[in-house]
């Protein structure tokens, strides 16, 4: 099936306005998606995870919607600034039998245009 | 996060070198993992390890191997370096209950 991943590689929103990034998993048996920010040279960092027994969680501007039913991510980034600028990647541990493995999603190249 | 590092930051090598690449962490995690990052294929996993006396081959374990030397610390090495391991490798490390990983600041290793 086809694997984690990223509709669109790179995504351009003007600051202030909200981004969606989307991510489409293959494995319905995952049970724990996380999205992750990594700036260019830098590693991954931890933005917000989220369950599959619920369907929305949200952080500091950030919200994390998942759709079972179509098993879809998305993240959405309220007023969006230029420090938000990255690339963000979805992963999923449902592909490798859970026990903390996670499979990681391409990315999506977010640019914030001022 | 500095509670994740790696040495060295960047590394260019020749072909049949062997290298090898270190991970500390102070965050009191038992698992510790490498990746490696090439262009459009997002982070695959090399090896991972459950706690000191546990070594696991990952998706692309060929030409790596590790060691798990304490809890804190975890090395990759490339026995004999080639070309198409030029990337960007990662250390991440996870609490046993929790999927959540944190990642180190990489290193970028090119093998001319």
């Known amino acids: 099936g086809e694997s984690v991943g990223l509709h669109l590689p790179t995504l351009s929103v003007q600051e202030g306005d909200n981004s969606i990034i989307n991510c489409a998993y293959s494995n319905s048996a995952s049970d724990y998606f996380i999205w992750y920010k990594q700036e260019s040279g830098k590693g991954p960092q931890f933005i917000i995870d989220i369950r599959s027994n619920m369907d929305k969680r949200q952080g500091q501007r950030v919200t994390v919607l998942l759709n079972k039913t179509v098993k879809h991510l998305s993240l959405q980034i309220a007023a969006t600034q230029p420090g938000d600028s990255a690339v963000y990647f979805c992963?999923?541990?449902?592909?490798?039998?859970?026990?903390?493995?996670?499979?990681f999603g391409t990315g999506t190249q977010l640019k914030v245009e001022l | 996060d500095a509670d994740v590092t790696q040495t060295p930051r960047n590394r260019i090598t020749k072909t049949g070198k062997r290298i090898m690449l270190e991970c500390s962490q102070t965050k009191g995690h038992d698992r510790m993992y490498w990746y490696r990052q090439d262009p459009g294929l997002g982070l695959r996993l090399i090896y991972y390890s459950f706690d000191v006396k546990d070594i696991n081959k990952g998706e692309i374990s060929d030409g790596y191997s590790v060691s798990r030397q304490a809890q804190a610390k975890f090395s990759l090495s490339l026995e004999s370096a080639i070309p198409n391991q030029t990337a960007l490798y990662f250390c991440?490390?996870?609490?046993?209950?929790?999927?959540?990983?944190?990642f180190g600041p990489g290193t970028r290793l090119t093998v001319l």
């Open positions: 992963a999923e541990n449902g592909l490798t039998g859970g026990g903390n493995k996670l499979t």
């Open positions: 991440a490390t996870s609490s046993y209950n929790t999927d959540t990983q944190y």
